[in-house]
C-alpha cells in the first residue's frame, strides 16, 4: 500500500502522513458497475483512489439519477468529507465507472489530521473547491444548456475521464445518467452522429474531435 500512496499521493503529502495511512488505511477493490456508497448509509471511511473512476449521483425516489461529478486517480468526495466531519449519513450514491481500487480512512481520523498535517488540511479544503466548482457546473448545465449539448458534454467529460474515445455505455444507462428518456437519447446520439461528431457502433459509441 505504502508505494501506491507515494505514487499516487507522494506529491500531496508528506511521509509522515503517508505512514500512518498505510497504518490505518483499508485497501479495497470494486469492479464496474458495483456500488461503493449509497444514499442513507453511514459513512465510516473516506476514499482515495489509485485506479479507475467513481461517478457520484443523487437519486430521487423513483430511481432517477442526477450526475454530480466523476471521481479520479488522486481525488476523493466532498460529500464523503462533509459527512465524515459533520457525523451524518450519505446524502449521495457512489457508483464504479472503471474498476476502482483505493485506500479507505477511518472517519475518526478526518478532523485529528486536519490540525495534525498542513498537507492534509489543504487537500481537503482544494477537495471542497474543486467538487463546488464541479457543482455549479452541474447547475449551469441543467439550467442553460439545452439536452443535445448535455449529452455533447456528458459524452466528451466521458472521453477525458476514461482515457478513450469509445464509450461503451448504452443508450438506457446515459438517459438515465442525464434524467431523460431513451428514445431522447437515442434521436440525439443520431443528431450528433450526422453531425459528425460521434460515430455509432453496436455496442460502443465513438466521439471524434473534439
Known amino acids: ?11 500531496l503529502f508528506e511521509e509522515d502522513l503517508i505512514t500512518e495511512i498505510g497504518q490505518v488505511g483499508l485497501i479495497k477493490s ?8 449509497e444514499i442513507g448509509s453511514a459513512i465510516r471511511y473516506m476514499p482515495l483512489l489509485f485506479k479507475g473512476s467513481i461517478k457520484v449521483v443523487r437519486e430521487d425516489s423513483d430511481g432517477n439519477e ?24 450519505s446524502e449521495i450514491k457512489a457508483i464504479i465507472v472503471e474498476d476502482a481500487e483505493m485506500v479507505l ?25 474543486i467538487r463546488l466548482e464541479e457543482m455549479l457546473e452541474t447547475i449551469d448545465t441543467l439550467a442553460f ?7 455533447y458534454k456528458f459524452l466528451t467529460d466521458k472521453v477525458k ?3 478513450s474515445r469509445n464509450i461503451e455505455n448504452t443508450h438506457q444507462q446515459i ?12 434521436r440525439l446520439l443520431k443528431q450528433l452522429e450526422n453531425e459528425k461528431k460521434i460515430r455509432l457502433h453496436r455496442s460502443r459509441i465513438e466521439v471524434l474531435d473534439f
Open 1 to 11: 500500500m505504502i508505494e501506491e500512496l507515494k505514487e499516487n499521493y507522494g506529491f
Open 30 to 37: 470494486l469492479k464496474r458497475g458495483e456500488t461503493l456508497m
Open 66 to 89: 442526477l450526475l454530480l461529478y466523476f471521481l479520479e486517480i488522486g481525488d476523493t468526495c466532498a460529500f464523503s468529507l462533509s459527512c465524515c466531519i459533520g457525523n451524518k449519513k
Open 105 to 129: 480512512i477511518p472517519v475518526q481520523k478526518m478532523e485529528e489530521w486536519i490540525g495534525k498535517y498542513k498537507t492534509w488540511k489543504n487537500f481537503v479544503f482544494e477537495s471542497y473547491n
Open 145 to 151: 444548456m439545452k439536452m443535445d449539448q448535455r449529452l
Open 161 to 163: 475521464l476514461i482515457g
Open 175 to 186: 438517459a438515465h445518467n442525464l434524467n431523460t428518456s431513451r428514445v431522447v437519447i437515442s
